[in-house]
C-alpha cells in the first residue's frame, strides 16, 4: 500500500478518499458521514521518514495570538492525555482551562472543555504532531472537531498510515501532504502575523 502521487510541485494530494484499507464494516460511519458542506478539508501531513523539519517547522509556528497552537503530545500508554495536551497549548503554560475535566470524567466532557477552549481563545488552526502514536479512535475525534468548530485540524503522521487509519480517512474529506514547502506554507514562523 503506497501514497498517491502529488498532483502539484507542493507534493499535495486533494483527494475525498486516500486509501481503504480495510474492507467496510458495520461499525464503520456512512460513506458522508464525516463530509461537511463549507469547510476546508481535513489536513494529514505524511512524513513516514520522520525528517526533523516536519516537526521543527510546526513548532515554530506555535502562536495562540495568531490563532495557532501546535501540539507535541505526551507519551504515555494511552492517548487520553492529549485534551489535557491541547488545553495547556491554548494556555501556552499558562493555567489551563477546566484542566480536571480534560483528564478525567466521559469522553464527551473532555471533548467539550477543548470544545470551548479552542472557540475562547479564537484558534483557527491546531496541529497535532506524532499522530502516528494516536489511536484512531482519538483521529475520529479530531476529525469531528475538524469539522463541527471554526478550528482546522492538521494532524502530522511520521510513519506510513496504517490499515485503519486509511480507512477512518477514506469516510472524510481530506487534504494529505508530503512536503515540507507545503507544511511550512501552513505554519508561518510565530509572529509572522499582521498585528504582531
Known amino acids: 500500500m503506497g501514497v498517491p502521487e502529488a498532483i502539484n510541485s507542493l507534493g499535495e494530494i486533494t483527494v475525498d478518499v486516500l486509501l481503504c484499507g480495510l474492507a467496510a464494516s458495520r461499525r464503520c460511519p456512512s460513506g458522508t458521514a464525516l463530509r461537511t458542506a463549507g469547510r476546508p478539508p481535513f489536513i494529514v501531513v505524511l512524513d513516514p521518514g520522520d525528517d526533523v523539519r516536519f516537526t521543527h517547522t510546526p513548532l515554530a509556528s506555535h502562536d ?20 489535557q495536551d491541547v488545553l495547556d497549548a491554548v494556555a501556552d503554560g499558562g493555567n489551563p482551562c477546566a484542566p480536571a475535566l480534560a483528564t478525567r470524567g466521559i469522553a464527551q466532557e473532555r471533548a467539550r472543555t477543548v470544545r470551548a477552549a479552542l472557540e475562547a481563545a479564537a484558534i483557527h488552526q491546531l496541529t497535532v504532531l506524532r499522530a502516528h502514536r494516536i489511536g484512531w479512535a482519538r483521529w475520529a475525534e479530531l476529525i469531528s472537531l475538524h469539522r463541527t468548530t471554526q478550528t482546522d485540524v492538521v494532524m502530522v503522521h511520521h510513519a506510513a498510515p496504517s490499515r485503519d487509519l486509511t480507512h477512518l480517512l477514506r469516510h472524510c474529506d ?22 504582531h
Do not use: K, M, N
Open 64 to 83: 495562540v495570538r495568531a490563532g495557532r497552537v501546535v501540539v507535541h503530545p505526551t507519551v504515555s500508554g494511552s492517548d487520553r492525555l492529549l485534551w
Open 174 to 195: 481530506h487534504r494529505v501532504i508530503t512536503a515540507h514547502a507545503a507544511l511550512r506554507a501552513l505554519h508561518p514562523p510565530a509572529g509572522d502575523a499582521p498585528g
